[in-house]
């Protein structure tokens, strides 16, 4: 069948699991070592400095999923200021979206290697990004249910040895000595890294159309996820500072020498299997996730009808899963996604300030509304202007090439 609403199978439970898995992937592996390296101990307590900041866009953004529930998420919010507004928002977001699987599918594959030692082999990895790629997209279209429990093993997975080996690092170890604050450049350019930390928040989004309770829970789950992220960032970025173990340079694993300096091969061990199950959570939340936007969008005719399609027998998108599957595929393959990762944060932050907008649109526009909406929109454009020349001259080409898909397809209707 195509075109067909899907079933409403999502919760807070599960809207809080994509949200925490669209955020936590790969970055907590390797900006430890690096923050602390910038600004010692005080890296720590960044993250909930940050988190607090983050609320400026959350809050609204959490404000505007709950005022405009519908499938697709960034879809419905663009499509406040129009059709193909809302087109271009929900296209924007699912490149965004392919961008950082096609990253994350080479790490994954990378500690992989790694954790085996078996020796790379272009075949090999090629080989290992396809199977993973085909496994994730076989389970999300095996049914929404059986994807979430998954999710919730694998968030258990990565979570518990992280918290562990920062819980023993924190009762074995003297907290490190914080002294006097780093300049401000150094913190400036820290606290950039740390706000990117956060990014994939919003991950649920594209699952409320299937939300139980429209886009209240949702909403919920998101700000609890932001507080939940900087709690697991500051501890082991408090624990990584306290240890302060030697780090080769130019190591894409420094977690690594946390686990070691703590328990050997064991503690060793345990952070591989950490960021294995986070990437792969990573990952299969994004498969869960991004697929519903193009199934919104061709639900509404802005892509061939096929991409609508719903398996008659698991009630999941297959239609969707099966393009991103493939489309994720031929990136991850072609080794042309890197420049696809540099706008990935950029596109985000214009589906942020977009869907804040549109709350502002159809929402009573009361002076709270509209200082906390001005917020949320400044803070987003404060972050693009970090952006460079040649990514927004990428994020412009690739909207571009939406409304020709988008234009395309309308007229074969």
Same mark, same amino acid.
């Given at each position: 069948?195509?075109?067909?609403?899907?079933?409403?199978?999502?919760?807070?439970?599960?809207?809080? +699991?994509?949200?925490?898995?669209?955020?936590?992937?790969?970055? #907590?592996?390797?900006?430890?070592?690096? @923050?602390?390296?910038?600004?010692?101990?005080?890296?720590?307590?960044?993250?909930?400095?940050?988190?607090?900041? !983050?609320?400026?866009?959350?809050?609204?953004?959490?404000?505007?999923?709950?005022?405009?529930?519908?499938?697709?998420?960034?879809?419905? =919010?663009?499509?406040?200021?129009?059709?193909?507004?809302?087109?271009?928002?929900?296209?924007? &977001? =699912?490149?965004?979206?392919?961008?950082?699987?096609?990253?994350?599918?080479?790490?994954?594959?990378? &500690?992989?290697? %790694?954790?085996?030692?078996?020796?790379?082999?272009?075949?090999?990895?090629?080989?290992?990004?396809?199977?993973?790629?085909? /496994?994730?997209?076989?389970?999300?279209?095996?049914?929404?249910?059986?994807?979430?429990?998954?999710?919730?093993?694998?968030?258990?997975?990565?979570?518990?040895?992280?918290?562990? @080996?920062?819980?023993?690092? /924190?009762? *074995?170890?003297?907290?490190?000595?914080?002294?006097?604050?780093?300049?401000?450049?150094?913190?400036?350019?820290?606290?950039?890294?740390?706000? =990117?930390?956060?990014?994939?928040?919003?991950?649920?989004?594209?699952?409320?159309?299937?939300?139980?309770?429209?886009? %209240?829970?949702?909403? $919920?789950? !998101?700000? #609890?996820?932001?507080?939940?992220?900087?709690? /697991?960032?500051?501890?082991?970025?408090?624990?990584?500072?306290?240890?302060?173990?030697?780090?080769?340079?130019?190591?894409?694993?420094?977690?690594?020498?946390?686990?070691?300096?703590?328990?050997?091969?064991?503690?060793?061990?345990?952070?591989?299997?950490?960021?294995?199950?986070?990437?792969?959570?990573?990952?299969?939340?994004? !498969?869960?996730?991004?697929? $519903?936007?193009?199934?919104? +969008?061709?639900?509404?005719?802005? +892509?061939?009808?096929?991409?609508?399609?719903?398996?008659?027998?698991?009630?999941?998108?297959?239609?969707?899963?099966?393009? !991103?599957?493939?489309?994720?595929?031929?990136?991850?393959?072609?080794?042309?996604?890197?420049?696809?990762?540099? #706008?990935?944060?950029?596109? %985000?932050?214009?589906?942020?300030? #977009?869907?804040?907008?549109?709350? /502002?649109?159809?929402? %009573? $526009?009361?002076?709270?509304?509209?200082?906390?909406?001005?917020?949320?929109?400044?803070?987003?454009?404060?972050?693009?202007?970090?952006? *460079?020349?040649?990514?927004?001259?990428?994020?412009?080409? +690739?909207?571009?090439?939406?409304?020709?898909? &988008?234009?395309?397809?309308?007229?074969?209707?």
């Amino acid at each position: 069948m195509t075109g067909t609403a899907l079933p409403r199978k999502v919760g807070a439970g599960s809207a809080a +699991l994509l949200s925490f898995n669209g955020a936590v992937g790969a970055s #907590v592996f390797a900006l430890p070592a690096t @923050l602390n390296g910038d600004v010692g101990p005080w890296a720590a307590l960044l993250f909930p400095a940050a988190a607090l900041v !983050m609320l400026l866009i959350a809050i609204p953004f959490s404000r505007a999923i709950a005022a405009m529930p519908g499938e697709g998420g960034p879809v419905v =919010y663009g499509s406040a200021f129009g059709r193909i507004a809302g087109f271009e928002l929900g296209w924007t &977001y =699912y490149v965004a979206r392919l961008a950082a699987f096609a990253a994350n599918v080479h790490v994954l594959v990378d &500690y992989l290697l %790694r954790w085996t030692d078996i020796a790379p082999s272009p075949a090999l990895r090629n080989t290992l990004i396809l199977a993973a790629i085909a /496994l994730l997209a076989a389970i999300n279209i095996a049914g929404t249910s059986k994807a979430i429990r998954l999710l919730g093993g694998l968030t258990l997975l990565k979570s518990l040895p992280l918290i562990a @080996l920062a819980g023993l690092a /924190l009762v *074995t170890v003297p907290l490190p000595a914080f002294g006097p604050p780093p300049p401000l450049s150094a913190a400036e350019a820290s606290i950039l890294l740390v706000f =990117y930390a956060f990014i994939g928040f919003e991950n649920a989004v594209a699952v409320s159309g299937e939300a139980r309770d429209g886009g %209240r829970d949702i909403a $919920r789950a !998101m700000l #609890v996820t932001i507080f939940l992220i900087a709690l /697991l960032y500051f501890v082991v970025q408090l624990a990584f500072s306290a240890v302060s173990p030697p780090v080769p340079e130019g190591d894409k694993a420094p977690l690594l020498a946390l686990g070691t300096a703590l328990l050997g091969p064991l503690g060793a061990l345990l952070i591989l299997l950490a960021a294995v199950t986070s990437l792969a959570g990573n990952l299969h939340a994004n !498969m869960t996730a991004s697929p $519903r936007v193009t199934h919104a +969008l061709a639900a509404r005719g802005d +892509l061939p009808a096929w991409i609508g399609a719903v398996h008659p027998r698991f009630a999941t998108p297959h239609g969707s899963i099966l393009l !991103m599957a493939v489309l994720v595929a031929a990136l991850a393959l072609s080794g042309g996604f890197v420049w696809l990762a540099v #706008v990935s944060t950029l596109a %985000r932050m214009a589906v942020y300030a #977009v869907t804040i907008a549109a709350w /502002l649109k159809i929402e %009573r $526009r009361g002076a709270g509304n509209l200082l906390l909406g001005a917020l949320g929109i400044l803070l987003c454009a404060t972050v693009a202007t970090q952006a *460079t020349a040649a990514a927004w001259a990428t994020l412009a080409a +690739l909207l571009f090439a939406g409304l020709v898909l &988008y234009f395309l397809a309308r007229r074969g209707r």
